[in-house]
């Protein structure tokens, strides 16, 4: 093997002061440029040595190679790669421990790196790459989901835009794409779906066949604590991230890295050097953010120390490029690695330079100091020169102790003005207590059967109250009992439906109020049963959480149990379920199933009797019910509301406490007309609105006429729509607009069929008539709709 290594690193920034540092470390190595270097690569390190030569300036670089005998060349920024700084040493015989031109297109080229993925079947968001603005404009228009608009060429790390609504997307396409923020980086998108989850980063070695991944970091990009302010190059990073089990890191290397290298390498563009992927943790699985073809920054500051004092740095590069990685043990020391950088006063705004920085003697071994934004005056005092200008490093055998260290070590840096995050990890230990050497239980994975067996004991007294005829709702056996011959059914036929709650229940999460979504959960299940023609006898509900906090799940079930006394059905039983890793923090999702019997040759729609003519009677809705909040949530957000303030359409309340108003139950206002057989057909006023939902109970050669003149529609839906600036066929086919029911019945039952509603507490309006639809025709026509907003 190679001894006397002379090695050039390229770059400026904190992540070559680390590779400089650590390959000076290897018997093997001789001496280090590094070119331009910083304050801390030029004084300090042994065998190191600044050059100044601008990282662009192939030409120079490469003739200051040949007269220095280089040996090695480790290119640290992605700029010099993506130029193709390789192919230029390359042709003079220096090896380089870098990608070649077109392999750095993975990460200069975001357009590509995606069509990549898709060719090679690697898991990333959905996406589509765009040239015209409008196309790109477009494309956002007609997606339901939040986006991420990337610009397609490198942007110094700053061309990734995450916009929080649609009108925000339009704006960050106009400013990448036509106000030319990032120049010609900005020339292509990428608009692809924002993925939510954990982030981890991976650092792999690879020399186009073999792969070895570093132990997995977490980066904290935005500027201060709790993850808040605009994004920088990146604050802080801890690693191994424990999020990061075993088997997510082997789902990783199976799904991702492997077939990423494999992918490389078939389509005629190897991979040597440092793959960095930026992954997220979703529920659906770990799914590429992006492809970087270096060493990140402050990554490699965590990881590099982190490898075992036998492993070779200079060794593994040598490796790569002669492509025999797999002749090299690779070995970490089992501790944890956490990085603190300190920025300039004001950074990532304007920020000042040339302010001297004092760095105290430090008191461990296992804490390093890595500049970045510094450098050497002609005096050798040492001086601010960027927006990150230095960090702190530290290692230790918990990740809490490394933590402590790093933050000692940045106490020691004295810069005026100088900010630092005070939060880094903080992640880690969200959710995590100590840990100790013990048996591991069912509780200690994040399941509490004790909590469980509380919540039954909480929720027993309200779930009993719904017995009726035919169930006595205990709780405790494998199923629920229902007697029909006990409740009078004589020749049922048995009617079944089951629902959910839908992002209502995030609103419920935000504002605390949990008992009105489960009267929703049990609404929209006995709605759809009670169309019919079925009269609803039981109900089941399904609570799947995180983790189970009692006093929330109480709540809920409680609310459902109301919603059973409101239809009038036994609540017989349900399943909580406690899933840690598939929930995430508060979060909390329900289901529900109705079992319901109508007698053989009543159910409802009665469509052979229906006939043109015939009128439509709606009940009116108590407000947006359950449907369409993902809608509303995003209005509510776009007008810059919050949950807890006053409802701009109402304002004897708050926004949380007008949308969170339950589903209105009709079940039992509507049973004495069904049972009279004086109703033809019914329709739940759900996803879909009026123009979906009521052509759902009619025969194909009928439609609905409806007139929006003939009911009070609510203050809220005018809000909602004109805050959203919501096109009207749009509204129609999401929000029920203050109907919640429409009843098909004959003109000369409508009188009879209106008395006994408003007997039963019901709003009634004749809302429209029954009409003959040629084939094609829409089934639903609602009509002086146009000015409601």
């Not at 979703?282 to 036998?310: A, H, I, M």
């Not at 407000?623 to 807890?644: M, P, Q, T």
């Not at 086919?733 to 019901?762: C, F, Q, R, S, Y």
Request: charged fraction near 25%.
């Amino acid at each position: 093997m190679t001894a006397h290594l002379q090695i050039l690193v390229v770059g400026n920034g904190a992540r070559e002061h680390a590779l400089a540092w650590k390959l000076a470390q290897s018997p093997l190595v001789d001496h280090i440029w590094v070119a331009p270097g910083n304050g801390g690569t030029a004084r300090g390190l042994n065998k190191v040595e600044n050059v100044s030569i601008d990282s662009a300036d192939f030409s120079s670089l490469v003739n200051f190679a040949v007269e220095k005998s280089v040996d090695l060349v480790v290119p640290g920024p992605e700029q010099p790669l993506v130029d193709g700084i390789e192919t230029q040493f390359r042709k003079i015989g220096i090896p380089c421990f870098g990608p070649s031109e077109s392999a750095a297109r993975m990460e200069g080229s975001k357009t590509f790196s995606k069509d990549f993925m898709k060719k090679h079947n690697i898991p990333t968001a959905e996406y589509e790459n765009f040239t015209s603005y409008e196309k790109a404009k477009a494309y956002v228009e007609s997606v339901d989901h939040n986006v991420v608009i990337k610009a397609s060429g490198l942007a110094a790390g700053k061309g990734v835009l995450i916009p929080t609504s649609k009108e925000e997307a339009y704006g960050a396409l106009k400013e990448i794409m036509e106000d030319k923020a990032f120049g010609d980086a900005g020339d292509e998108v990428v608009v692809e779906e924002f993925l939510e989850g954990d982030e981890l980063s991976i650092l792999a070695f690879s020399d186009g066949y073999t792969v070895v991944d570093l132990p997995p970091a977490q980066d904290h990009k935005r500027i201060f604590d709790g993850d808040n302010g605009p994004n920088t190059g990146g604050m802080g990073t801890y690693a191994p991230a424990p999020v990061a089990t075993p088997a997510i890191i082997d789902e990783i290397r199976r799904t991702i890295i492997k077939p990423t290298i494999d992918g490389m390498r078939k389509d005629g563009y190897p991979f040597v050097g440092l793959l960095f992927t930026g992954i997220m943790l979703t529920t659906s699985g770990p799914k590429v953010l992006e492809y970087n073809v270096r060493f990140g920054d402050p990554e490699t500051q965590s990881v590099l120390p982190l490898l075992s004092k036998d492993t070779d740095l200079a060794e593994i590069f040598l490796a790569c490029v002669e492509h025999r990685l797999d002749a090299i043990t690779v070995k970490t020391t089992g501790q944890f690695g956490v990085t603190v950088v300190g920025s300039a006063g004001g950074y990532p705004g304007k920020y000042s330079k040339n302010d001297e920085i004092i760095i105290d003697p430090l008191e461990s071994d296992d804490t390093f100091i890595f500049h970045a934004g510094s450098s050497l005056t002609s005096e050798g005092k040492l001086v601010s020169s960027g927006g990150r200008v230095i960090s702190a490093s530290a290692v230790a055998d918990t990740l809490e102790e490394a933590v402590k260290k790093a933050y000692v070590g940045i106490s020691k840096i004295h810069l005026k003005d100088m900010h630092y995050r005070k939060d880094i990890a903080y992640r880690a230990f969200r959710d995590r207590k100590p840990k100790e050497e013990e048996v591991i239980t069912y509780a200690k994975s994040g399941v509490n059967i004790e909590n469980g067996n509380t919540l039954v004991e909480r929720i027993k007294p309200s779930v009993k109250a719904t017995a009726r005829p035919g169930a006595d709702a205990e709780l405790g056996g494998f199923g629920g009992l229902f007697d029909l011959k006990a409740a009078g059914f004589k020749d049922p036929l048995i009617v079944a439906a089951t629902d959910g709650i839908g992002t209502k229940v995030k609103i419920a999460q935000l504002s605390g109020i949990h008992n009105t979504v489960g009267i929703d959960l049990v609404a929209m299940n006995v709605n759809d049963l009670v169309v019919q023609g079925s009269e609803p006898l039981m109900f089941l509900d399904y609570y799947a959480c995180s983790k189970l906090d009692v006093d929330v799940a109480a709540d809920f079930v409680n609310g459902v149990a109301e919603g059973c006394l409101r239809a009038g059905c036994a609540l017989v039983g349900g399943e909580t379920a406690e899933m840690p890793g598939i929930y995430h923090g508060d979060d909390y999702d329900a289901g529900g199933t109705a079992i319901g019997a109508v007698e053989r040759g009543y159910t409802l729609p009665d469509l052979d009797a229906m006939m043109a003519g015939d009128v439509l009677l709606g009940l009116a809705s108590d407000g947006v019910h359950s449907n369409g909040f993902s809608l509303i949530r995003k209005i509510v957000e776009h007008a810059g509301l919050a949950y807890d303030q006053e409802a701009p359409w109402d304002r004897s309340t708050t926004v949380q406490n007008s949308l969170l108003i339950p589903t209105r139950i009709y079940v039992k206002t509507l049973l004495p007309a069904i049972r009279e057989h004086l109703i033809l057909g019914l329709a739940h006023i759900t996803g879909g609105g009026l123009i979906e939902n009521i052509p759902r109970m009619l025969p194909k050669h009928l439609g609905a006429s409806i007139d929006a003149t003939t009911w009070d529609i609510l203050p809220v839906f005018k809000w909602l729509g004109k805050a959203g600036n919501v096109p009207k066929s749009d509204i129609l086919k999401t929000l029920n607009m203050g109907i919640g029911m429409v009843l098909t019945v004959k003109p000369e039952n409508v009188k009879k069929v209106a008395k006994l509603l408003a007997e039963g507490g019901e709003k009634v309006y004749v809302i429209g008539n029954l009409v003959k639809v040629a084939s094609g025709e829409p089934q639903c026509v609602v009509k002086n709709f146009e000015g409601l907003y």
